[in-house]
């Protein structure tokens, strides 16, 4: 008994000498490190004062500061930056829908101002800006070397002033200038309408609003339609959507999901990580849904596209989207500023990351562009002529009266659409899969 005690003292004891000398040098390693770290803010101290004290020109200390600040948090990704007070605020009203300026979403590629997306029917947008647009230069001065926030801020302005910027474009060969009247920018989340027997909802932001229009806007063309066998499916239109509140990506994908994960998020603590699941109920009925994506649709926008797509809820139509697969925390902060801080990715619920990927669609539709040289202006610029338009041509008197108005309107129909793809060959698209969807489950009505 006494040689076990002895036998478990000394291993106890060698647990001890191992352990202290295991431990010893990870504390080492660990009080080196903050003392390093203790030395660059001492540098930095340094630095500050002798720029206030020795620099050609008085600065102004807070600018200063907050620009240090501004440079650490956007040296660690396009999207984790420093909002002063204003910038808070005008966040806060963004995110409630109405703010001042041009209308585009913006981020920065290899120095330059780099739109994600024109928002609907805002002065950028009518000035024809487009996705992927580079903007070098704001009244001609360079934006290269400025941090985003800098870059901005050259673009804000009172309503009603003019801003000429200009914009390199894949293409064109050469940059171009764009004159845009800076205005107050009121954003519709959510539009919604009917073509050829399918609901459009346009989303085109993710504020606190969107999830109650496209409610309510769905409701109100189903009604108008005449019920919901009347619909032929819906068409979830996320192109150029920039993306917005993660809260409200996930209730719209909720509308259509009645059970499953929408999105999940994985933080460098894997205790903070969250996963987010549907409720029962669905919108749509079971109808079915094509969405709508281009590679002006990012974050939020990619968040719906993918739960609906993992789930097979949707077909996902279109090209690429942007590939922002990271979550922003916007923490305030002394002094009425806020800090927009990345803390995580999220993650499509087949565990894939869209993170500089994107959301591939389903099935790969390019929108052509316009040219407005080769655009047809007459009704029938060949000549063709038909038996109809022949003098002295028989009469068809085999039709009854209710059988001629409905080659009519079939004829309309099929005139609508026509004019539709020259329009918007994405939509005339998705809506012609509605269509065939529709007709394996039994024509809508």
């Known amino acids: 008994m006494k040689k076990f005690l002895m036998a478990a003292a000394a291993g106890t004891l060698a647990g001890i000498v191992v352990t202290t000398q295991v431990a010893a040098p990870l504390l080492a390693q660990e009080a080196e490190k903050q003392t390093n770290v203790y030395e ?3 540098l930095f101290g340094d630095i500050f004062e002798r720029i206030r004290s020795q620099y050609v020109e008085e600065v102004d200390e807070g ?9 650490m948090l ?7 930056s420093y909002l002063s007070p204003q910038d808070a605020a005008d966040m806060r009203v963004q995110t409630r829908g109405e703010f001042g300026g041009l209308g585009i979403e913006v981020t920065q590629e290899d120095g330059f101002v780099k739109v994600v ?3 609907d029917g805002t002065p950028a947008d009518n000035a024809g800006i487009e996705a992927g647009d580079f903007i070098t230069h704001v009244d001609g001065e360079s934006v290269l070397g400025l941090t985003l926030d800098e870059a901005v801020d050259m673009m804000r302005g009172p309503v009603g002033s003019e801003i000429i910027i200009t914009v390199v474009r894949e293409g064109e060969a050469e940059p171009f200038d764009v004159s845009i009247i ?5 954003l519709t989340a959510v539009r919604s309408r009917t073509e050829q027997n399918a609901v459009i909802l346009r989303v085109t932001t993710f504020n606190d609003q969107t999830y109650k229009n496209l409610e309510e806007g769905l409701a109100e063309q189903i009604e108008a339609a005449g019920g919901a066998d009347k619909v032929s499916g819906i068409v979830l239109d996320l192109r150029n959507n920039p993306g917005g509140l993660l809260t409200q990506a996930i209730k719209v994908s909720d509308a259509f999901l009645d059970k499953g994960e929408i999105v999940s998020t994985r933080s460098r603590d894997p205790q903070d990580g969250e996963r987010f699941n549907a409720t029962a109920g669905d919108l749509a009925n079971g109808k079915p849904i094509v969405v709508l994506i281009n590679g002006g ?3 939020a926008s990619e968040i719906v596209a993918g739960a609906l797509q993992d789930h097979h809820r949707a077909i996902v139509v279109g090209t690429k989207s942007f590939g922002k697969g990271s979550v922003q925390t916007v923490m305030p902060l002394r002094g009425d500023g806020a800090m927009r801080l990345t803390t995580a990715r999220y993650y499509t619920p087949s565990g894939r990351s869209i993170q500089a990927l994107g959301v591939s669609p389903d099935i790969v539709v390019e929108q052509p562009r316009r040219s407005p040289d080769t655009e047809e202006t007459e009704e029938n610029p060949r000549g063709t002529r038909f038996e109809a338009d022949l003098r002295g041509r028989l009469d068809n008197d085999s039709l009854s009266e209710d059988e001629r108005k409905q080659i009519e309107e079939e ?4 005139e609508a659409s026509a004019k539709l793809r020259e329009d918007d060959y994405q939509l005339a698209y998705a809506i012609d899969i509605l269509k065939g969807l529709a007709t394996l489950g039994g024509p809508a009505q």
């Open 40 to 42: 660059q803010l001492d």
């Open 63 to 71: 600018e200063l500061i907050e620009a240090a600040i501004n440079g």
């Open 74 to 80: 956007t040296s660690l990704d396009p999207h984790s």
């Open 117 to 119: 997306s024109p928002m």
């Open 182 to 186: 800076r205005d107050t920018i009121t």
């Open 297 to 299: 649709s990012a974050s």
């Open 411 to 414: 004829r309309a129909r099929a």
